[in-house]
């Protein structure tokens, strides 16, 4: 009798055990296919298995359950034949105490499955923050980027690869955060983010919200976005470089600025801030408009920039802060008063700080620049305002009216920016019109302070010699020009005085000798 052939049963015996495949509940972040997440695919022969009972237990989150397989001799490292462990699954799940409880019987924090996720990859994939927190105790140096995608179709096309930027002569720039870099031959901004954000959901929102602001914007008076890192570990924003940095450190070296200078800076401002206002379909509000927020190109024209703090209005006409205002430094001085009140607010907060911008560049000094910073709450809640010190002459053509108007306590008293260009146009053509023949001081004659004032270089140099040479030249043609004109006022005297009656004056000059002619006191050949 001939033998039968072996069934596939007996032929997966006679291979030996193989490990089982655990399905239950969410699958790897980096799997193909997760649409059978709900099934069970557990034999009843691996459920008997402790380890395997292990990964179910992990799946359920029954901590107490797993910490007796675990004295019972249970392997926490135990692989089923996608690679994934307990450890996967429970972070998966979100079951914190699980985690906690097999990294501290010996799992492996970082170990891979067979599409290369670790149990941190997959608890960010599922936003599982508690227990992002408890593995990166664990595995510090592999964090994974909270907006990692899994597919290369999923890439955002902002996407810049980080090994492109160049940070080998770079330095810090405006508070901390940016670097300067090279990235494709060209020098940029890089704001990298701490490594708090990765488990900070706040401050990953803020971050998600930051780009779809920056992507959606091109203007000339706002900073340019040039793209993002967003894959991997530091997440950057790349944003063109400023290279006469931030109206602030510009205030501070200058002083009080001429008014028409002022107007033109403002006018940078209004200009930026109108874009973001009628940006449609969805307006954008800054709330955080302040000179260190205000950056200048090598041109000296100032762009809008830093939207950490900035809010879209889509359907809703206001909105309202939904946690305490935080403003470092001296940027609460600019914050309008229903904001401090934490009351709903409008896009009118950004033309209050307005309005201060443009007092503190004409006044030379911070608003409220006396009192300390938890006096500024008070001081805008009692309607008080920054005094106007300077000359009136600095205010004139509405100027001050103006900049009233714009902080006026009621919002929908305060201009819209559109209001303001035309505001400020108007009033800088006045102003350019009554400097127009205002003679400046010469610089020999002005102190130290009179020459920063003025705008002229306070360094001591000698007048180079090609200077000298020109206003010399200069000279020269002027007194050749006079001498010509008096030359020719001469010659029609002497033809006037020289015609006798009776006969005209053309017979008179051709009969006069041309000897007597050209050689008077104002003569071009006459030498001094």
Same mark, same amino acid.
């Given at each position: ?36 997440? +709900? ?60 985690? %906690?409880?097999?990294?501290?019987? $010996? ?18 994939? #599922? ?38 930027? !160049? ?53 000339? +008076? ?32 200058? $002083? ?26 969805? %307006? ?89 910073? !938890?006096?500024?709450?008070? %001081? ?11 000359? *009136?002459?600095? #205010? *004139?053509? $509405? ?57 002229? !270089? ?28 008096? #030359? ?8 006037? *005085? ?16 041309? !000897? ?13």
């Amino acid at each position: 009798m001939e033998p039968k052939p072996p069934t596939s049963s007996e032929e997966e015996a006679a291979a030996g055990p193989t490990t089982p495949r655990f399905r239950l509940g969410k699958q790897s972040s980096l799997a193909p296919s997760r649409g059978g997440e +709900n099934g069970a695919e557990v034999s009843g022969e691996a459920a008997g298995v402790a380890s395997f009972q292990m990964m179910y237990l992990a799946h359920e989150g029954n901590a107490e359950g797993i910490r007796e397989l675990l004295d019972a001799g249970a392997d926490p490292n135990f692989r089923d034949s996608d690679g994934r462990t307990a450890l996967h699954i429970s972070a998966c799940e979100g079951h914190a105490e699980v985690v %906690a409880l097999l990294l501290d019987r $010996g799992a492996e924090a970082v170990v891979e499955d067979q599409w290369g996720s670790t149990p941190l990859a997959d608890a960010m994939h #599922y936003q599982n923050h508690d227990v992002i927190k408890i593995l990166e105790k664990h595995d510090s140096n592999h964090k994974v980027a909270p907006m990692h995608v899994n597919s290369d179709r999923d890439v955002p096309e902002y996407e810049i690869d980080p090994d492109e930027l !160049d940070f080998t002569n770079g330095k810090d720039l405006a508070k901390g955060t940016f670097r300067k870099a090279t990235w494709r031959g060209i020098l940029v901004a890089v704001k990298k983010l701490d490594d708090d954000v990765l488990t900070d959901e706040n401050k990953v929102q803020a971050f998600r919200d930051e780009l779809d602001v920056l992507q959606l914007i091109r203007h000339p +008076n706002v900073v340019q976005f040039l793209g993002a890192v967003t894959q991997t570990n530091p997440m950057m924003i790349v944003m063109e470089f400023m290279p006469k940095g931030d109206l602030r450190k510009h205030l501070n070296r200058k $002083g009080a600025l001429e008014p028409l200078y002022a107007v033109k800076l403002a006018l940078d401002i209004a200009r930026g801030m109108s874009y973001l206002h009628e940006h449609k379909p969805q %307006a954008i509000i800054h709330r955080d408009l302040e000179p260190s927020n205000i950056l200048r190109d090598d041109t000296g024209h100032l762009k809008v920039a830093d939207f950490d703090l900035c809010k879209m209005l889509k359907w809703r006409r206001k909105v309202r802060e939904d946690k305490p205002v935080t403003s470092p430094g001296n940027a609460c001085r600019y914050v309008a008063p229903e904001v401090l009140r934490k009351e709903e607010y409008d896009n009118k907060v950004d033309v209050f700080s307005f309005a201060l911008i443009l007092q503190e560049m004409i006044e030379g000094c911070l608003p409220f620049h006396d009192k300390k910073i !938890d006096e500024i709450e008070k %001081a805008h809640s009692s309607k008080e305002r920054p005094p106007f010190r300077a000359p *009136a002459k600095h #205010y *004139a053509y $509405g100027l001050r009216e103006l900049i009233e108007k714009c902080w006026s306590e009621n919002p929908a008293d305060r201009p819209n920016f559109r209001v303001v260009i035309d505001r400020l146009s108007a009033i800088q053509i006045e102003l350019a019109r009554r400097n127009r023949w205002k003679v400046r001081p010469l610089k020999c004659f002005l102190s130290f302070e009179e020459k920063r004032q003025h705008g002229h !270089d306070t360094v001591c140099r000698p007048m180079p010699f090609w200077k000298l040479f020109e206003i010399e030249s200069g000279i020269s043609v002027l007194i050749d020009g006079y001498r010509r004109y008096l #030359y020719h006022l001469e010659r029609r005297d002497r033809r006037e *005085a020289s015609v006798p009656e009776g006969r005209s004056e053309k017979a008179s000059v051709r009969d006069k000798p041309h !000897d007597s002619l050209g050689k008077g006191r104002f003569s071009p050949n006459y030498k001094l």
